[in-house]
């Protein structure tokens, strides 16, 4: 099958395009339908017009958001907004949410989303002055060992964009993206404790190109879930993260024509880094993916299938089928090589993998001086340790010792990585939205700077 729309993203992100060039390029366009400053001339709904947006902002955005939900701007000044009263906005076409200030969670609800948005279309939340952020202080929660509410959700959403904000210590996920369409999320920073649960993207959904972020935390950093088709992911820097991941990979799993290129990782614990497709039993399949341009440095695990993960309940069925996957050009180094093999690929004995290729893939280990790549359950494959015959034997895994390091291994590093991760009993500094997400790249889309 061709990932014919797919490339097109990538030649038009080439392209110094404006959204409405690119969403012409596209067969599908992602992004939202109208220009934030034509939704501002139709109307403007200041959330300080609106009730006291200082001690609480929830009452004062859902009554900004009635207002202007038929067409316009919800704006959000400058300053701190504390916010302990959580808001679902539904429904609307043609709005936006502009927001200049910081949003700081209050109160003590626990579960829910601070922010969600559902149901709507051609929408924007973005930040004209590129200083936006919404602050959950995630350590109230994480350091008494709870979880609380996630930040941002939008949920059926199409034609939109969420771009140029921070979210920072959030007290669950970061952001979801469930079931949207035709949407775009770009200049983005996330800046979670190091601790599991923290999601920074999930997304599932049709016609998504998520680019220029980046994600600091202890579990996903961007990552595909079912169903999703036709999703494009670049110039991703998971900076002490849990890595890129597709994930939950139950029954009835349908993911198809995903694009993972340019995704620089950084420093896990042993908690499988930069891990990529994690299922225990399951059904359905994962076809046309490619995975190309990857760094990574000091991560436990680097290219990584593993159809039996332990720490994913076993679900009905005899495993997800993974097939016409390629992993193109990966580079850098890994932990300690021969006690992870920088090569993993353990498919479902009863769905074996099909037509994998690798090509390129240069990983050296820090520790040691040797490594393993390991494979089983594939077939019609191609590279390293993959079975190029359409015959295997069920879990007889094909071990490759690798003694000297990989020619072309080296890789660059981003100007200054995170050398710890961030504690989950004190508080994390709202960051500046950066404006490099890859060695060498600059964002597709310019950044916000007082706009
Ligand atoms: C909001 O409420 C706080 C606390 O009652 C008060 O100090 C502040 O002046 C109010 N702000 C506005 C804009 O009404
Ligand atoms: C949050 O919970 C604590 C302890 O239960 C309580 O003392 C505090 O008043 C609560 N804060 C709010 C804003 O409800
Ligand atoms: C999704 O949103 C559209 C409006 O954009 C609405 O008409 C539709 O009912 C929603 N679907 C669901 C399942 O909520
Ligand atoms: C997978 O999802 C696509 C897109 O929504 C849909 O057209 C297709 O029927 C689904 N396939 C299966 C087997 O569920
Ligand atoms: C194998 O996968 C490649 C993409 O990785 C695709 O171009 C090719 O058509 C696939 N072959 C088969 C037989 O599915
Ligand atoms: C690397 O892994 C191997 C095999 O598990 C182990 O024996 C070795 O001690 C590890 N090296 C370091 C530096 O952790
Ligand atoms: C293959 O190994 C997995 C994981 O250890 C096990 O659950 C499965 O039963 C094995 N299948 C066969 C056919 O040996
Ligand atoms: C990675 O995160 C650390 C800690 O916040 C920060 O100091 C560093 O600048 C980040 N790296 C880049 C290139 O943004
Ligand atoms: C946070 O936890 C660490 C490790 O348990 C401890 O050393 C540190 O003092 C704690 N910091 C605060 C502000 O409680």
């Known amino acids: 099958?061709?990932?014919?729309?797919?490339?097109?993203?990538?030649?038009?992100?080439?392209?110094?395009?404006?959204?409405?060039?690119?969403?012409?390029?596209?067969?599908?366009?992602?992004?939202?339908?109208?220009?934030?400053?034509?939704?501002?001339?139709?109307?403007?709904?200041?959330?300080?017009?609106?009730?006291?947006?200082?001690?609480?902002?929830?009452?004062?955005?859902?009554?900004?958001?009635?207002?202007?939900?038929?067409g316009g701007v919800v704006n959000i000044p400058r300053g701190i907004h504390q916010m302990s009263t959580f808001v679902t906005l539904s429904g609307g076409n043609a709005w936006a949410i502009n927001l200049e200030g910081t949003i700081e969670r209050a109160g003590n609800t626990s579960g829910g989303n601070?922010?969600?948005?559902?149901?709507?279309?051609?929408?924007?939340l973005y930040s004209s002055?590129?200083?936006?952020?919404?602050?959950?202080?995630?350590?109230?929660?994480?350091?008494?060992?709870?979880?609380?509410?996630r930040l941002l959700r939008l949920t059926n959403v199409t034609s939109f964009a969420v771009h140029d904000?921070?979210?920072?210590?959030?007290?669950?996920?970061?952001?979801?993206?469930?079931?949207?369409?035709?949407?775009e999320v770009y200049n983005m920073i996330i800046r979670g404790a190091n601790l599991g649960g923290l999601d920074g993207i999930d997304v599932w959904g049709f016609q998504i190109?998520?680019?220029?972020?980046?994600?600091?935390?202890?579990?996903?950093?961007?990552?595909?879930?079912?169903p999703a088709l036709n999703i494009l992911v670049e110039d991703i820097y998971c900076n002490w993260s849990g890595g890129c991941a597709m994930g939950s990979l139950n029954a009835g799993t349908n993911i198809s024509k995903i694009q993972y290129s340019n995704v620089?990782?950084?420093?896990?614990?042993?908690?499988?880094?930069?891990?990529?497709f994690k299922s225990n039993g399951g059904s359905g399949f994962v076809s046309d993916v490619l995975l190309e341009n990857f760094i990574g440095h000091k991560n436990a695990y680097s290219l990584y299938i593993n159809g039996y993960w332990a720490s994913e309940a076993v679900q009905p069925g005899d495993g997800v089928l993974y097939e016409s996957i390629t992993f193109s050009k990966w580079t850098g180094d890994c932990a300690n090589g021969s006690g992870r093999a920088p090569i993993y690929v353990d498919c479902p004995a009863s769905a074996p993998c099909s037509n994998i290729t690798l090509?390129?893939?240069?990983?050296?280990?820090?520790?040691?001086?040797?490594?393993?790549?390991?494979?089983?359950?594939?077939?019609?494959?191609?590279?390293?340790?993959?079975?190029?015959?359409?015959?295997?034997?069920?879990?007889?895994?094909?071990?490759?010792?690798?003694?000297?390091?990989?020619?072309?291994?080296?890789?660059?590093?981003?100007?200054?990585?995170?050398?710890t991760g961030f504690a989950t009993n004190s508080s994390i500094p709202v960051p500046t939205v950066p404006n490099t997400f890859f060695p060498g790249a600059t964002p597709a889309t310019a950044r916000a700077y007082g706009r």
């Open 114 to 124: 601070m922010i969600a948005i559902e149901s709507t279309t051609d929408f924007e």
């Open 264 to 276: 620089y990782t950084v420093n896990s614990n042993q908690m499988y880094m930069a891990r990529l």
């Open 1 to 70: 099958m061709m990932l014919t729309s797919i490339v097109l993203a990538a030649v038009a992100s080439l392209l110094p395009a404006c959204l409405a060039q690119l969403a012409s390029t596209l067969e599908y366009p992602v992004g939202p339908l109208t220009h934030s400053s034509a939704k501002r001339a139709v109307k403007l709904c200041d959330v300080t017009k609106y009730g006291n947006h200082t001690t609480d902002l929830g009452p004062s955005l859902l009554a900004a958001f009635n207002a202007c939900k038929a």
């Open 129 to 149: 002055n590129g200083k936006g952020a919404i602050q959950g202080y995630g350590y109230q929660f994480l350091a008494n060992g709870g979880y609380g509410p």
């Open 359 to 419: 090509v390129g893939i240069a990983i050296w280990t820090d520790a040691g001086h040797e490594e393993h790549y390991k494979c089983a359950n594939d077939i019609d494959s191609h590279g390293y340790c993959l079975n190029r015959d359409s015959a295997f034997t069920p879990n007889a895994t094909i071990t490759s010792t690798v003694t000297a390091a990989p020619s072309g291994w080296s890789a660059a590093y981003m100007p200054s990585d995170l050398s």
């Open 165 to 183: 904000i921070a979210l920072v210590d959030s007290p669950a996920f970061h952001l979801v993206l469930d079931t949207c369409s035709q949407g």
């Open 209 to 226: 190109w998520i680019h220029d972020v980046e994600v600091t935390n202890k579990d996903e950093c961007v990552t595909v879930k079912s």
